[in-house]
């Protein structure tokens, strides 16, 4: 009788133990949130939750109470896959080439190999193929942000008049700096033989730079295809935000000077100040100002590449054949801020577009049609009318930074409309 008792106690505990767990297993399977038609558990709200609460302690942000925390992941959540449905409806996708490009620029802006890049990934326990995907839906979703919010919006002269005005003014203590980078790749472990090489093709590529070389056109020379050379532009970077082998380097340069070869775990680094501001080092340069037009066909479900690019090439031939750009930019380019212009995309100074739409443009002799050719965008047919020299002083580069302010101020007020009128259409149900 008193093992059978314990038999029993033992059945009841089991008994309750698999509850318990039926009922955690429950939880973690409850739907939290109905969009459309996708749902959202409890499990994957509570690893969004974790994720946001790790970057903001990483960022010393202040976490709200749990509740109000909460509320704030789900609904990020929420417009995040409403997003995520609308591209899918038009067809928006990311091609593997652009987003591996994509993810060695993140790479290399952190002083990293992918493989490096990788391996701190799964340092941290994050699954490369996740991050992968997680890039990709950034990717797309800004490109439905531009498209359905970005294209639409315009700054005003007077805006940025009245924005000048309440901008605080550089000084020494918040100097930031506009470098871009080229890349001498070094293979893993190199031997001293290969790093005594790569070295020496690094200072060849310096000496040509200074000669007056761009480093985009460094790398597309056909003689240094076998050096792999990669890089870009940087952006504005506060100086503690640089790689830390840049920092000492680019202290010392004067807009339009390049340092280097700096070595680096993933190769050689040439760098070149293109503007600072902030700081003693800030003065006037030359940039090249352009006039270009273009014709955009998007792809969709309808349109595939190939056919955007058909589209085009017609409408090119029909150009050639005596066709007026204007009009038929008004017709048919699916761009609209620019179609109801003739395509016109007015003056405009390095860095404001896609860079693959940059380098077709800095290529193309005056008033000829290019090829068309694709962007994250869609597919463009170019023509660039004129392009001037143009002295940027320091009042000028302010005007810029004023400009871009007024646009990321007004984006995000229209973003937050834009995503308010696309969830009043949805089907949204928070449980």
Known sequence: ????????????????LLVSMASAAETLDRIVAVVNTHVITQQQLNEQIELARQQAQAENKPIPTAASFRTEVLNHMIDT??????????????DEAGLDKTIASIAQRNGLTVGELRSRLEQENIPYAKYRQKIREQLITAR?????????????PQEITDALAHMPKPNSGN??????????????NPSSNVLATTKQAALSLLQQAKSGRSFQQLVEQPQNASLSLSGGDLGWRPLNELPDIFQSSVQSLKPGEIAGPIQAQNGFHLIRLLESRGSSATAPRTVTSTHVRHILIKTSPLVSNKQAEQRLREIRAEILRGGNF????????????SAVKGGDLGWTLPGTFDPTFETQENKLPLNQ?????????????????GREQKLQTTESLTREQAAQWVYQKKFQQALQNWLRQLRRQSYVKIM
């Open 1 to 16: 009788m008193h093992h059978f008792k314990k038999f029993v106690s033992l059945v009841i505990l089991l008994s309750s």
């Open 81 to 94: 896959e409403l997003q995520r449905q609308l591209a899918e409806t038009a067809g928006m996708k990311v």
């Open 144 to 156: 439905l942000q531009q498209d359905e919010v970005g294209q639409k919006i315009t700054v005003t």
């Open 175 to 188: 100097a930031a700096y506009h470098i871009e980078d080229l890349l001498v790749p070094l293979p893993n």
């Open 326 to 337: 204007a009009d038929l930019a008004k017709k048919y380019s699916q761009d609209p801020g």
């Open 369 to 385: 049609l290019s090829l068309p050719f694709q962007t994250q965008f869609g597919w463009h047919l170019i023509q660039v009318l």
